[in-house]
T-cell receptor
């Protein structure tokens, strides 16, 4: 079964709305979670690395005030797209690393965001 | 030069065919290598890691060529269910625990 849960799976909203996406690790603790974005027919691009209890690390070109990340617990990270516009429409995917052991990242099932 | 380059395809093959994909990477410091599979409008799922000595998992064989900086994926006896986009993925650390660099994917369509 899924080990990383992402919610919601689909969002359609008006321009100017802020949208919050949750990423939860279900049966493990994750000090680090990653947020990716994928536009159609393009590769997943890392937006930011979310660290529990500290500020997220953003990739070059990603506006931290636009994409707010909060990683308040070892099982939950949230990404808020503030004042979303049509160009923010994309597939957002999170992944999480288990704090224990040498295990690969587990991906959530993604959130498809459509801004009208 | 792009960090990762893959032929986007699509590769249209009949059931039972053998098909191979290559993927080149530009960062010679890459330490971990993977093939992921992504179905339409779904999240990527790890297919297999790629090791220096090459590795096999059932019908799937992965190879790494560090000198030429590419990885390959061979699929034997293709099934309809193999139809998907195959992403090559690289990481700066040996376990792929941190930042992963994704290729845009190669589309495979297996037909009856």
């Amino acid at each position: 079964g899924a080990v990383v849960s992402q919610h919601p799976s689909r969002v359609i909203c008006k321009s100017g709305t802020s949208v919050k996406i949750e990423c939860r690790s279900l049966d493990f603790q994750a000090t680090t979670m990653f947020w990716y974005r994928q536009f159609p027919k393009q590769s997943l691009m890392l937006m930011a690395t979310s660290n529990e209890g500290s500020k997220a690390t953003y990739e070059q070109g990603v506006e931290k005030d636009k994409f707010l990340i909060n990683h308040a617990s070892l099982t939950l990270s949230t990404l808020t797209v503030t004042s979303a516009h049509p160009e923010d429409s994309s597939f957002y995917i999170c992944s999480a690393r288990n704090i224990i052991g040498n295990q690969p990242q587990h991906f959530g099932d993604g959130t498809r965001l459509s801004i009208l | 030069r792009k960090e990762v380059e893959q032929d986007p395809g699509p590769f249209n093959v009949p059931e039972g065919a053998t098909v191979a994909f290559n993927c080149t990477y530009s960062n010679s410091a890459s330490q971990s290598f993977f093939w992921y599979r992504q179905d339409c409008r779904k999240e990527p799922k790890l297919l297999m890691s790629v090791y220096s000595s090459g590795n096999e998992d059932g019908r799937f064989t992965a190879q790494l060529n560090r000198a030429s900086q590419y990885i390959s994926l061979l699929i034997r006896d293709s099934k309809l269910s193999d139809s998907a986009t195959y992403l090559c993925v690289f990481g700066p650390d040996s376990g792929g625990y941190n930042k992963l660099i994704f290729g845009a994917g190669t589309r495979l369509a297996v037909h009856p």
